[in-house]
């Protein structure tokens, strides 16, 4: 089985390649074309149920994502500002050259961030052939990751570790939106997180006056006032 591009492979996928590999050994011949046909629709990882796969090659095997997110939107002004830096070389007895043994430069910024995140619970179960319960734990630790987990990118020169200060999490079978309208205008203000969920609170209250209420049910997470407990928003989101 060879492919051009990358995708995702499940385990199960790979244990029917290792198989094959163990059998071509022992029998000591080249594969046929059936038996490199190892890509399977059914026994799907969670990342694959989630996030797709595309094949252009082989359509049969693609995979509809259940989750899309978006890239995560500052909601103020934000300045790139420069991390100039230098490194000591100890060994250098300055005979041939008393400069630095390394200088960079580091681009970086500081925001307060919106994301959004919408999963199709149904075609989450159904990418899952069915299990239920797999889907409810797959979204409840995807939840909690977004919650309380940073990139990992820089974090020995940045720690930026961050949990969200706040979230809102919305079940319905209407049309999702996303709440991004509310930045459009970027926030001045010197309470920016406070702000930010205010404008969010109200982006909501507009959407829904105008177009009907878009969920059927929601629950919040406010650490800036104190509200909310993230068992019982997972609880809600994996119901």
Known sequence: MKLEQIVHVSRHEISLIKALVASLIDENRE?????????????????????????????????????????????????????????????????????????????????????????????????????????KRAIAAFTETALTVSPTGKQNSFASRAYATYALAEIGQKQPRSLAAAFFQPVRDSDQIATAITRLKQQRASFDNVYGNCADDYIELNVLENKGKKEDLLAFVSQ
């Open 31 to 135: 594969p046929t074309d059936d038996e490199v046909k190892l890509l399977r629709k059914e026994k799907r990882s969670v990342d694959m149920a989630m996030f797709g796969r595309m094949l252009a090659s082989s359509p049969e095997f693609n995979v509809e994502a259940a989750c899309q997110v978006s890239h995560a939107l500052g909601v103020s002004a934000v300045t790139v500002e420069s991390d100039f830096f230098t490194a000591v070389d100890d060994l250098n007895n300055k005979e041939e050259d008393a400069g630095s043994g390394h200088m960079g430069e580091q681009g970086f910024a500081s925001a307060l961030f919106y994301t959004y995140i919408c999963i199709s619970r149904d075609l989450l179960v159904k990418n899952l052939d069915g299990n239920e319960e797999l889907a």
